[in-house]
């Protein structure tokens, strides 16, 4: 029996210490085991798989950015860098093609305006010349742009057999898939490449002013528009940025990067490893082309991916098909969907139908163009963004129900892609349908 404290067994703050220590190592343990397990359990979860569909031009690409902003915001900024090469790329074509479609003084009738001007305004043929080192930048960032970054040094390419442009259009054509990224990568980046980059960055900032000068001359713009010669929006809200966009020192914003146009060329996967919500995750998107002669290409990965995302232009009811003129692009958009929903295949998919491109379609409403010029069957509906949308709705909707092999739930929505702040509420809704979908599937 113990009677006295100094029978007791010899307790020491030391050893209570090293029983501390002890407890927190096994709790450390503990700690890594299940971090351990989680990413283990992570690590199988299949990475979900996103099919981006519809027509050339509708805003797949930009959705995928946006999606890249807002989960994974650094790796999306980390990539400024490449997009200011398509970006500058994008801005020195505007030029050239304005400069290439604009009369040349020797074919001009004499009192035109444009060169025998009268007033203070900048002459366009001091300007064609101070221009010219344009082309050179052109020829230089497709070249960048078109060859394989990774490890092996530049891969010989025609430059202008990538670039297309159609008549009356300015279209910026370069290779798509993600190698031309690595552009961002400076410290890996051929020296050749860095150099030439760092040229046209020159070149751009010198001839900034004249840009500038082209671009708010009302004589270029009225001619342009008297030729019927229309630029794509990416073009427009570039040269309105001239100045600060081939400024030396320019570094894309988010906005920018959204605008800029990089044509998807075949089928092109992009892996997004989320930073913010559910950290960790991947996801995959197969983001494709869009022109006509591509569709069938589509068709392999249908039975692969847990969601589709099929996009529409609500603006380019107006316009016909770049490869066929006779095809309007709204029945054209209309067909595709229609052929996408009776697809057996992707029966059990869940589908989201984003109806985008909403303030060019508000721009050209309120511009007095008629929708129901081109789509009679709106008939006498008032002529507005609220009539429109809900009538792409109603009818999209309606052939989703009828073509569905199955019944199949369709989420829609009203988008503007470049918007950064709607599109954050679209994806999270969007992100949300598609893992209750993958849940209910018992696909995770
Ligand atoms: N104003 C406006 N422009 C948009 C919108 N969505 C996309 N764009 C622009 O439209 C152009 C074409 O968009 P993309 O995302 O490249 O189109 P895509 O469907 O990927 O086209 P392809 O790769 O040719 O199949 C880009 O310059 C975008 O910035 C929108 O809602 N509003
Ligand atoms: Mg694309």
Redesign the pocket.
């Known amino acids: 029996m113990v009677n006295d404290v100094s029978d007791w067994p010899n307790v020491s703050i030391e050893d209570t210490e090293e029983q501390r220590a002890q407890a927190k190592k096994i709790s450390d343990e503990i700690d890594d085991a299940i971090q351990r397990e989680r990413r283990a359990k992570e690590e199988k979860r299949p990475p979900r798989k996103v099919l981006?569909l519809?027509?050339?031009?509708?805003?797949?690409?930009?959705?995928?950015?946006n999606f890249h902003l807002l989960f994974a915001p650094k790796s999306f900024h980390a990539e400024a860098e490449a997009w200011r090469a398509v970006i500058h790329l994008?801005l020195a074509q505007s030029v050239n093609f304005i400069l290439d479609n604009l009369s040349t003084p020797n074919t001009i009738s004499p009192g035109n305006k444009l060169f025998l001007r009268q007033d203070a305004g900048p002459d366009v043929g001091q300007l064609r010349i101070r221009l010219s080192p344009l082309r050179q930048v052109e020829i230089s960032l497709n070249q960048c742009l078109t060859v394989e970054h990774e490890a092996t040094p530049r891969r010989p390419i025609s430059l202008y057999n990538n670039i297309l442009r159609t008549e009356g259009t300015s279209k910026s054509s370069i290779r798509?898939g993600s190698a031309w990224k690595a552009l961002a990568k400076s410290q890996t980046l051929h020296s050749s490449i860095k150099s030439e980059l760092q040229k046209t960055r020159s070149i751009l900032d010198a001839c900034r002013d004249d840009i500038v000068s082209l671009w708010s001359d009302p004589a270029v713009r009225e001619q342009l528009k008297k030729q019927g010669t229309t630029l794509?929006?990416?073009s427009v809200?570039f040269l309105d940025n001239a100045f600060r966009v081939a400024a030396r020192d320019y570094i894309p914003t988010a906005d920018d990067i959204?605008?800029?146009?990089?044509?998807?060329?075949g089928v092109e996967e992009h892996r997004i490893v989320m930073e913010t919500a559910d950290a960790g995750e991947e996801w995959i998107f197969y983001?494709?082309?869009?022109?006509r002669g591509?569709r069938a290409s589509w068709v392999p990965y249908f039975d692969d991916v847990h969601a589709i995302i099929f996009?529409v232009?609500m603006?380019d009811f107006d316009q016909s098909l770049p490869d066929d003129p006779q095809v309007n692009r709204f029945a054209d958009s209309f067909t595709l969907w229609k052929t996408v929903c009776e697809n057996k295949l992707i029966a059990q998919t869940p589908v989201m139908l984003l109806l985008?491109?909403?303030?060019?379609l508000q721009?050209k409403l309120s511009a007095g163009i008629f929708f129901a010029q081109f789509v009679k069957e709106f008939g006498d509906q008032p002529n507005d963004l609220k009539s429109v949308s809900k009538y792409f709705k109603t009818l999209f909707m309606a052939a989703h129900d009828i073509h569905s092999p199955k019944e199949r739930r369709l989420f829609v929505q009203t988008?503007?892609?470049?918007?950064t702040q709607a599109m954050s509420l679209v994806l999270r809704e969007v992100k949300e349908v598609i893992l209750v979908a993958m849940l209910k599937g018992n696909m995770i």
């Open positions: 981006l519809g027509p050339s031009q509708s805003g797949k690409s930009t959705l995928l950015k994008n798509g794509e929006d990416s809200f959204l605008r800029a146009r990089l044509e998807t060329i983001d494709i082309e869009g022109s591509q996009l232009s603006a985008n491109k909403a303030d060019l721009e988008t503007c892609a470049i918007d």
